[in-house]
């Protein structure tokens, strides 16, 4: 799957969609591409993708940034998103039940099937 051509510009897709002020976990969009992706590899296409794509929009399952080891400086991603409204704690964590964004499927105009799944239910 990773051989794809379009398999990062599946995950770049949905990211582009991610609002201002909102957040979606790495496992999250995996769950919505199916397949082939797990949330490693929706990180690791996120290092690699383009200024017109949102990449600090996505955070890890506990409403946490993951590039303290990647990004310098190491609270970069967490300031972006705090420019954009999202709170943190003391520990550097979002709450998800605020500040999820669960996508529309845009065929059916109903909530994507996480809406049925207890991680992403608000």
């Given at each position: 799957?990773?051989?794809?051509?379009?398999?990062r510009?599946?995950?770049y897709?949905?990211?582009?969609?991610?609002?201002?002020g909102?957040?979606?976990?790495?496992?999250?969009?995996?769950?919505?591409?199916?397949?082939?992706?797990?949330?490693?590899?929706?990180?690791?296409?996120?290092?690699g993708s383009?200024?017109?794509?949102?990449?600090?929009?996505?955070i890890?399952?506990q409403g946490?940034?993951?590039?303290g080891?990647i990004v310098?400086p190491?609270d970069?991603?967490?300031r972006?998103?705090?420019?954009?409204?999202?709170?943190f704690?003391?520990?550097?964590?979002?709450?998800?039940k605020?500040?999820?964004?669960?996508?529309?499927?845009?065929?059916?105009?109903?909530?994507?099937?996480?809406?049925?799944t207890?991680?992403f239910?608000?």
């Amino acid at each position: 799957m990773q051989n794809d051509s379009n398999y990062r510009e599946r995950v770049y897709k949905i990211v582009r969609r991610i609002p201002r002020g909102r957040v979606m976990t790495y496992g999250q969009i995996a769950e919505i591409l199916g397949e082939g992706y797990t949330p490693r590899t929706v990180g690791f296409c996120m290092h690699g993708s383009d200024d017109a794509t949102p990449w600090h929009r996505v955070i890890n399952a506990q409403g946490a940034c993951s590039t303290g080891g990647i990004v310098l400086p190491h609270d970069k991603q967490q300031r972006m998103l705090e420019a954009e409204g999202i709170e943190f704690n003391g520990r550097g964590r979002c709450d998800l039940k605020t500040y999820l964004w669960i996508p529309e499927d845009k065929r059916s105009k109903r909530r994507t099937q996480l809406d049925r799944t207890t991680l992403f239910k608000r």
